[in-house]
C-alpha cells in the first residue's frame, strides 16, 4: 500500500525537511513538511514555511512589467526580472534589443554544466538596429539610500558587505560606496570581450554561483522563474560556424508589458525591506525544524531562494 | 562570415574568459581560451588551463572502479565516485543495493530545481534483501592522517577549516577532530526522516550548493560525470501513490568493477594532494588573465570545479 513521502516509519520513503523553498506555491511547498508531531522544534522559532504561510500581501511585490524579460523557449518560459537600480544601460540595451525581436531564432550557443548558459548571436549576421554598438561598464554602481539595501550580517568571502536590493543578491565595498548585482546561480548579465567597455548583445544565465565574476561583468537582473528550463538546456561549445551546433533556439524574447495580460504570468517576489523577509533568513540560518541536529547560524546569501509565487488576482497585481 | 567565439571585435560574439573547467576533455575545455595577445596577464601567474596543461600524469588518479556509481537513465549516464573515507556504512549499503539491481526501474521521484534530486522507491514494494532496514548517522567521523586532508586556507561561513580529501570539499571543526563531506553541488547524500538514523535506501544529489545540510544529513560522495543529466530532470514533487507522476526512471544503477571494460568510461580525476591542485585553486582565486579588473583574492570551496578528465589509456587507469 503506497504511503505518503514524509512518513514517519523508520526505513520507508524519506524526504528532507524544511528546504524547498524554490517552488512557486503558496509560500509552502508541497514537498516541504514540517516535522512530524511529536518532534521538538527549536525554542520559540518559526520555520521559514511557517513565516511565508504567515506573510501579508503587503511583504510581496509584483514586478514591473516593463522589467520582465519573458525568454521563450520550446521546453518553456523563463522570466528574468531586471533591476531597477543596477545596470540601467544594460537594461536599455537589453529592451530595446528585446522589442525589436533581436533575439527570435538566435540561440543558446554556450551552456556548460555548472557553469553558464550563454545566448546571442554566435553567428553574427543579425542587425542590432536601434541598440548601441558597445555599452559602458555597470560592474559597480554607487549604493543610494534610494535602493533600499538590506544588509545580512553574515561574513562573505568575496565582499565586505552583503545584502539584497529588490529582493536581488547584492555586494558592497567596505566604505558602502559602490555596490553590485552578485552571481548567485541565475544572475542575467552581459557577456564582453577582454576590454570592459566592449558588451553589447550576448548574455548569460549563471547555472551555479560564479561569485569571482562580481565586479567582472555587468548583471542585470536575476531569474525568477523557469530556471529549470536552463538547467535542462542541451550543453554546448561555441560552433565555429553555421554548420555547427547552436544549441537550442529562442523562439522569442519579450517585455512582459509588450504581451496582452492573458499572455502573461503574474508572479509576485517576497520583498527583501521587510521583516518577514528578514525572518524568513533568520529561519534557514538556523532550522527551526527537530530534523536538524546541526544549526550552523549561518547563511551564504546565494544559497537564500528568494521566495516567489503567483500573484493574487487583485487588480494591482494583474495589471 | 562566421567568426571565433572569442573574435576580438567589439561588439560581436562573445565568449567569457577562462572559467570552463566543468568539462571533460584535455584540462583545457574548448571554451576556454587564454586572453587575446596583448593583453596583459597577472605578473608571474599562471592561469588555471595553463596550470593544467602542464600537469604531470602523476597530478590525476584514477577512481577505484569498486567505489564507482553508474546511474543510467534514458538521457545518459551520472558516474558517482564513492569516498574512501567517509560514510563506510551508507558506502557498504549502496552498493549492496546496487549489486542486487535494487534501483532498477525506481526513479528520481522528487527533482526540486536548485535544491535536490531524490531517488528511490516512493512506492515502498521493493524489497531490499541483503541491505539493512536502517543505517547509523555518519553525519561525520573523526578527522585521520590517513585520509590527507588538504586546507584551504580562505574563510568559510559553515566550517572552521575546509579543504579536500579525495579530491572532494570537506569541513572539519576548529579542533580537527572531526570532518566530513560538504553539500556543494553534486554531493550524493541519503535522505532520512526526522530520527538521525533512519537513513536506508534513498538517496539524493544536490544541484546547487545546499550547505545548511552539513553534518545533519551522510554524504557518501559526489558526481564526477554526467551532473548535466541530473540538472535537466524533470522537476516533480512526491507522488501520493503509485497512480502520481513517478518521476524519470533509472534504468539501473551499478558498480563499475561490474561491467565489461568496454561498458565502462575510465575518468581521471586532479589529486587534491598534488601542488598542481594547489595551484589550480590559486590561480582561480586570483584570476591570471588580463580580462579580470577584480581579483578577489578569495575562494568559495563549492564554486571550485575539481577537474574531471577522459582517463589515459593506460594497463594502470583502465583496470
Known amino acids: 500500500m503506497p504511503v505518503q513521502p514524509n512518513d514517519p516509519r523508520p526505513g520507508r520513503v524519506v524526504v528532507i525537511a524544511g528546504a524547498a523553498l524554490l517552488a512557486l506555491g503558496d509560500g509552502l511547498a508541497p514537498g516541504m513538511r514540517l516535522a512530524p508531531a511529536g518532534a521538538a522544534p527549536l525554542e520559540g522559532q518559526r520555520s521559514s514555511a511557517e513565516i511565508l504561510a504567515a506573510s501579508a500581501a503587503s511583504d510581496w511585490r509584483a514586478p514591473d512589467p516593463e522589467s520582465l524579460l519573458y525568454i521563450d523557449l520550446d521546453r518553456g518560459r ?13 537594461k536599455a540595451q537589453i529592451r530595446t534589443l528585446a522589442r525589436q525581436g533581436y533575439y527570435e531564432g538566435l540561440s543558446f550557443y554556450r551552456v556548460i554544466d555548472g557553469f553558464v548558459a550563454q545566448a546571442g548571436d554566435l553567428i553574427e549576421n543579425r542587425d542590432r538596429g536601434a541598440a548601441a554598438e558597445t555599452l559602458p561598464p555597470e560592474f559597480d554602481r554607487p549604493l543610494l539610500d534610494a535602493m533600499g539595501f538590506s544588509p545580512l550580517r553574515d561574513a562573505d ?10 529582493s ?3 555586494g558592497s565595498d567596505a566604505d558602502g560606496k559602490r555596490a553590485w548585482l552578485l552571481h548567485c546561480a541565475g544572475a542575467f548579465a552581459f557577456g564582453r570581450e577582454t576590454a570592459a567597455d566592449t558588451a553589447s548583445t550576448e548574455f548569460y544565465v549563471t547555472l551555479q554561483p560564479q561569485r569571482y565574476l562580481d565586479r567582472n561583468l555587468t548583471v542585470a537582473g536575476r531569474v525568477i522563474d523557469g530556471m529549470e528550463h536552463l538547467q535542462a538546456l542541451r550543453r554546448v561549445e561555441p560552433a565555429s560556424g553555421p554548420e555547427g551546433d547552436l544549441g537550442e533556439t529562442i523562439v522569442s524574447m519579450r517585455i512582459a508589458s509588450d504581451l496582452p495580460q492573458a499572455e502573461r504570468k503574474p508572479l509576485e517576489v517576497l520583498a527583501s525591506g521587510t521583516q518577514t ?11 527551526a525544524e527537530a530534523f536538524f541536529v546541526h544549526r550552523p547560524d549561518y547563511i551564504d546569501i546565494c544559497q537564500i531562494p528568494v521566495p516567489v509565487r503567483p500573484a493574487r488576482a487583485t487588480p494591482e497585481t494583474q495589471r
Open 78 to 90: 523563463v522570466i528574468v526580472e531586471l533591476s531597477a537600480h543596477f545596470a540601467p544601460a544594460h
Open 157 to 166: 568571502g568575496y565582499a565586505a558587505r552583503i545584502g539584497f536590493v529588490d
Open 168 to 170: 536581488m543578491p547584492v
Open 277 to 287: 523577509f528578514a525572518d524568513y533568513i533568520e529561519a534557514r540560518r538556523n532550522r
